[in-house]
């Protein structure tokens, strides 16, 4: 397990749900959070790759969840199944994520025009999912505090944590609601650039619209063409992201698997980073990401988006109606 800075901050009795781990870095991440002694709860689609990943953790009472991102009635049935299964959730790691070739279009419940694929399962799926997991998160946060100090609430307790995973490609993106739409738009690396820069810009806001019992963070895992990101792109990316693996390696420009997790386990466990939230991570250390990623308008922008292009209501999101929610 990678080191966290100190005696981390899962354990046993501890919940955390990590998406897209039935391989590469989030199978890494869950295997790390597995050692705390916390109870990991597995995200995929192949059913049969989740069930070998739980034979492989360390401890008991890990479960497999199977969900396709590119269908939100199955990322909702994903959460409610969680929520039915689990009285508190201490960590969301939103890991899962695709790299398309190819422009594929995916519908969304909102509005009739079908959206970019990349976007759909890097961003939109992660705000539904976090978005219906929110409360859970925020009570488990109030319930650590009151754990950790005799049944009292404290301000000096550590929340329950939201991590979400994004790249340094966000850094060569300008957010284009308008490119997501339709047939006619970006692929490829611009369009996983663009959806990691919505990684980014979602934390922020999250961050400044949940109550204190949770903080929310994001990061860039390195650069792992170990991972099964490209699976369901063209031949041909997949060919050329293998292709960038084997000279990666010959010339350490990669990361491991195993590597590109420790940032994330580090945000979902350690103790340093206890209360801080809105930050962007690189090899554990907070670094200031993209310029673009800091546009308040932008933030806004985004969020409201993706709650009309999910069908939510706006007055039921995260922070809404509550003194400290900005405004949308």
């Given at each position: 397990m990678t080191a966290t800075g100190g005696d981390p901050t899962l354990?046993?009795?501890?919940?955390?749900?990590?998406?897209?781990?039935?391989?590469?870095?989030?199978?890494?991440?869950?295997?790390?959070?597995?050692?705390?002694?916390?109870t990991?709860?597995?995200?995929?689609?192949?059913?049969?790759?989740?069930?070998?990943?739980?034979a492989e953790l360390p401890g008991d009472d890990?479960?497999?969840?199977?969900?396709?991102?590119?269908?939100?009635d199955e990322v909702g049935a994903l959460a409610d199944a969680v929520l039915a299964d689990f009285d508190r959730l201490d960590c969301l790691v939103n890991n899962a994520g695709t790299w398309q070739g190819d422009r594929r279009l995916v519908a969304v419940?909102?509005?009739?025009?079908?959206?970019?694929?990349?976007?759909?399962?890097?961003?939109?799926?992660?705000?539904?999912?976090?978005h219906r997991l929110a409360d859970r998160l925020a009570a488990t946060g109030q319930r650590r505090a009151e754990e950790a100090n005799g049944g009292e609430a404290a301000d000096d307790?550590?929340?329950?944590?939201?991590?979400?995973?994004?790249?340094?490609?966000?850094?060569?993106?300008?957010l284009d609601l308008d490119g997501v739409r339709g047939p006619d738009g970006p692929s490829g690396v611009t369009a996983y650039g663009h959806s990691k820069l919505a990684n980014v810009l979602f934390t922020y806001e999250l961050a400044r619209r949940l109550p204190a019992s949770v903080t929310a963070n994001c990061c860039h895992p390195g650069v792992s063409p170990s991972t099964g990101l490209s699976r369901n792109g063209s031949l041909v990316a997949g060919l050329g992201w293998?292709?960038?693996?084997?000279?990666?390696?010959?010339?350490?420009?990669?990361?491991?698997?195993?590597?590109?997790?420790?940032?994330?386990?580090?945000?979902?466990?350690?103790?340093a980073v206890t209360g801080v939230t809105g930050e962007y991570f690189d090899d554990r250390e907070a670094v200031r990401s993209a310029e673009a990623s800091y546009d308040r308008d932008a933030q806004r922008a985004l969020w409201g988006a993706s709650v009309e292009w999910l069908g939510l209501d706006g007055h039921e999101v995260v922070g809404a109606g509550s003194e400290s929610a900005p405004e949308a």
């Open positions: 354990g046993e009795g501890h919940v955390a749900l990590v998406t897209g781990s039935t391989s590469g870095i989030g199978a890494e991440t869950a295997h790390n959070l597995a050692a705390t002694g916390a990991v709860l597995v995200h995929g689609r192949d059913r049969a790759a989740g069930e070998a990943l739980l890990h479960a497999f969840y199977a969900a396709d991102y590119t269908d939100f419940p909102g509005i009739d025009e079908e959206v970019d694929l990349t976007f759909a399962v890097n961003h939109l799926a992660t705000f539904l999912l976090t307790t550590d929340p329950a944590r939201v991590v979400t995973v994004s790249s340094d490609l966000h850094r060569r993106a300008e293998k292709a960038f693996g084997l000279v990666g390696r010959l010339t350490g420009m990669v990361d491991t698997a195993a590597e590109s997790a420790e940032t994330q386990t580090y945000l979902a466990s350690s103790p």
